[in-house]
């Protein structure tokens, strides 16, 4: 049972187009984050979010949390080459664990 | 400083052996976390050290796997009797303090079951 759905599975654009990737549940998660993983390394964290509502800008990327804090989405703006990778969500549950969703691989290409 | 590594980076065996996974989180760092990604999947959380013990190991698939932390640093994932599937990439992540902190994952062992 996959607690955390992403969408899109892969997504490829051009360069200087913008995106968003949606994580989404119907549990309520206590904190969710967002990594980037490339290939061969592990997961490198991009943001936390805690508070329901709470968005986060990150250069480029800009973080949601939803109301209920069961979903979110990350939304990047004029998208690079260098932002080719797999993005993954983990939400915090049961105060120990993370739960992954499966993960968005974008790739932009120049 | 050094960050999370882990040993042996690849690792091929037969079906049926044993085998050992090392992880050297970074120093100072008193929580440690094993998770498991297949192909095409996000981590999958295993278990969760807090110092030398165990806080959670609710995540370790079945009693063919176990892992230990005797010293409150580098951990052992061990894998009796190996089966295909256990065919995966195994992360280890450590943090901080606990699961307020980030965790910083090292690069994972690439394990093969033949």
């Known amino acids: 049972t996959q607690l955390l759905e992403q969408s899109p599975q892969f997504l490829s654009i051009q360069e200087g187009e913008n995106l968003t990737v949606y994580c989404n549940s119907s549990?309520?998660?206590?904190?969710l984050q967002w990594y980037r993983q490339e290939p061969g390394e592990g997961p490198v964290l991009l943001v936390t979010?805690?508070?329901?509502?709470e968005v986060k800008k990150l250069k480029r990327l800009t973080f949601q949390f939803g109301d209920a804090r069961k979903d979110s989405s990350l939304h990047i703006t004029a998208a690079q080459p260098g932002d080719t990778g797999l993005y993954l969500c983990a939400g915090r549950y049961n105060f120990n664990k993370f739960y992954f969703g499966s993960g968005t691989k974008l790739n932009v290409k120049p | 400083g050094a960050g999370v590594s882990q040993t042996p980076s690849n690792k091929v065996t037969e079906k049926g052996k044993y085998v050992e996974l090392r992880c050297d989180p970074i120093?100072?760092?008193?929580?440690l976390y094993w998770y498991r990604q297949s192909l095409g999947q996000g981590p999958e959380f295993l278990i969760y050290f807090q110092g030398t013990g165990a806080a959670d190991d609710s995540g370790l698939p079945n009693d063919r796997f176990f892992a230990v932390r005797p010293e409150g640093s580098v951990s052992t994932l061990k894998i009796q009797r190996t089966e295909r599937g256990d065919s995966a990439v195994y992360l280890c992540?450590?943090?901080?303090?606990?699961?307020?902190?980030?965790?910083?994952f090292g690069p994972g062992t690439r394990l093969l079951v033949l």
């Open positions: 120093s100072g760092h008193t929580a």
């Open positions: 979010v805690v508070t329901g509502g």
């Open positions: 992540a450590s943090s901080l303090m606990g699961v307020e902190e980030t965790q910083y």
């Open positions: 549990s309520v998660f206590s904190s």
